[in-house]
């Protein structure tokens, strides 16, 4: 590798870098979390393994705590990829369109429609939350648990809640960023004609 790439290299991951608060408070946390959980992900499959096919013996019920720490894993980089913009999306426009307004304008009909269905989806993630911490009778009793851990239901439904807030927050940041590129573009372009 020569210097040059190594430079560029450098000026990317720090411009990758959380720059204000929250988001260091809140991309630190789901980093953290992140690499815990592949950690103990990893530990649990290889130690379940291990114990079933070395030792002969069965750990029951671990998959009820790998199901747990994959909704978190996922959920959390779901919404670590929204704050990197690598989140999965549809990218031809980018690719394929030339710079101008109309890029632009669907760039943010793009961004539009995205924050408008993870604002539905966190919605219904809210429901979802709720029935399963207040129960279905909404007075705490009868709250939906795991089978063998007795691992209540709504710890996996907070971390799809928790991650489709996480998204939504970083989808209306994308919108409003194209929203500002296509306006300002549109008013400079229209005085220099």
């Known amino acids: 590798m020569s ?6 290299i450098a000026e990317e991951a720090d411009s990758k870098k959380p720059k204000n608060m ?20 990893t530990l649990i499959i290889v130690g379940a393994a291990s114990a079933r096919y070395v030792f002969k013996v069965n750990f029951y019920g671990y998959d009820e705590i790998v199901i747990l720490l994959a909704f ?3 959920f959390l980089g779901a919404a670590y990829g929204s704050y990197n913009r690598t989140h999965v999306s549809a990218d031809v426009v ?6 101008g307004p109309t ?17 539905l989806f966190v919605y219904y993630g809210f429901a979802f939350f709720e029935f399963g911490f207040v129960g279905p009778l909404g ?4 709250q939906p648990k795991s089978m063998v851990w007795r691992i209540p239901l709504w710890t996996s439904y907070g ?8 998204m939504e927050i ?24």
């Open 72 to 74: 978190w894993f996922y």
């Open 139 to 142: 007075n705490f009793t009868f």
């Open 159 to 166: 971390a799809i809640f928790a991650g489709l807030i996480f």
């Open 170 to 193: 970083y989808f209306v940041r994308d919108l409003v960023l194209s929203a500002r590129a296509l306006f300002s573009k549109e008013r400079t372009g229209g005085a220099a004609s």
């Open 103 to 119: 890029k632009r304008l669907l760039a943010f009909i793009r961004h539009l429609v995205t924050v408008a269905v993870c604002g």
């Open 94 to 99: 980018d690719a394929y369109a030339k710079e």
């Open 3 to 8: 210097e040059q790439s190594l430079c560029e």
């Open 22 to 41: 929250f988001d260091r408070i809140l991309i630190g946390g789901i980093s953290i979390v992140l690499a815990i959980n592949s950690l103990l992900l």
